[in-house]
């Protein structure tokens, strides 16, 4: 089921480009939260009155980072293979993660992680895309705030509730910069792909980590997540004939291993919780 669950959230991802030609990748980010998060307010509408005021920040927190994250792994996967934008994108919680270690011998992974950056973004290549590649870090910088933010929200707020405001807040973000590509070229087929979309991610996986967490601890989870970038690749060469050269595999195979040696050796795995529930992937 966890391994599912990745394979949902790169799914959703790779569906979503298919968007990209009719709403652009801000306009897709927009639809796709939009419509997540309706979903949501028809399964739960969370009362904002018996909520606390920290509580409401870290949830209004995490829908901003969260809208934003989006919109910049949109726009990296707009630009650059799917693989790629994944193991940029990754380098966020990775750095998480690394902010718990404390052993001398443990500045072996983050090493490791940027080599692997390095091989997979090849930047002596006259086919390297700056932008595509600062997107994605930026990504990877939203991911990690969202980390810390969704960590906070699971510690105050019951998980659903936690994710419906912050899909709510998302949406109202990305609307100033998504709202009018969405509508522009809107019909059928575009709101089929991302309801799709929204099913494969978050919707599907959100439902797959809650049960795969009733047979695993969430430390195994998110070591198991590590493994996101390679299959990030695997969805890119299946659904939009994404092909990576070696050099570029070892790469993602580096930031693979940097990944379950730095969450296994944390303090606090990013996906673990002092209350129930998962970090739930929004890109």
Do not use: E, R, S
């Given at each position: 089921m966890a391994v599912t669950a990745m394979l949902s959230v790169q799914t959703g991802a790779a569906v979503s480009t298919w968007m990209f030609d009719s709403t652009g990748p801000v306009g897709a980010a927009w639809l796709r939260l939009t419509l997540a998060a309706l979903v949501l307010l028809f399964i739960c509408r969370p009362r904002i009155r018996n909520l606390s005021k920290a509580s409401l920040a870290y949830a209004g927190g995490l829908g901003v980072t969260s809208a934003a994250m989006t919109m910049f792994y949109f726009g990296a996967i707009d630009r650059i293979p799917l693989g790629t934008a994944s193991s940029l994108e990754y380098l966020g919680p990775f750095a998480v993660a690394v902010l718990g270690l404390s052993a001398a011998r443990d500045v072996l992974w983050p090493i490791l992680a940027a080599v692997g950056v390095v091989a997979v973004t090849q930047p002596w290549l006259a086919g390297f895309d700056?932008?595509?590649?600062?997107?994605?870090?930026?990504?990877?910088?939203?991911l990690g705030?969202?980390?810390v933010l969704s960590q906070r929200v699971g510690d105050t707020l019951p998980v659903l509730a936690g994710l419906t405001l912050a899909m709510v807040t998302a949406s109202i973000v990305a609307a100033p910069f998504g709202l009018g590509d969405a509508v522009r070229q809107l019909d059928v087929e575009v709101v089929a792909v991302a309801a799709l979309a929204t099913i494969l991610l978050p919707l599907l996986p959100y439902a797959l980590e809650m049960l795969a967490l009733r047979g695993m601890t969430a430390s195994a989870l998110s070591t198991l997540m590590s493994f996101e970038p390679a299959l990030a690749c695997l969805i890119g060469f299946v659904i939009l004939d994404q092909g990576m050269s070696a050099l570029q595999a070892l790469g993602v195979a580096m930031v693979v291993a940097a990944g379950v040696g730095a969450v296994t050796r944390g303090r606090r795995p990013y996906s673990a919780r002092q209350g129930e529930g998962a970090v739930v992937r929004l890109s």
């Open positions: 700056l932008a595509g590649v600062c997107l994605g870090i930026g990504a990877g910088a939203c705030a969202y980390v």
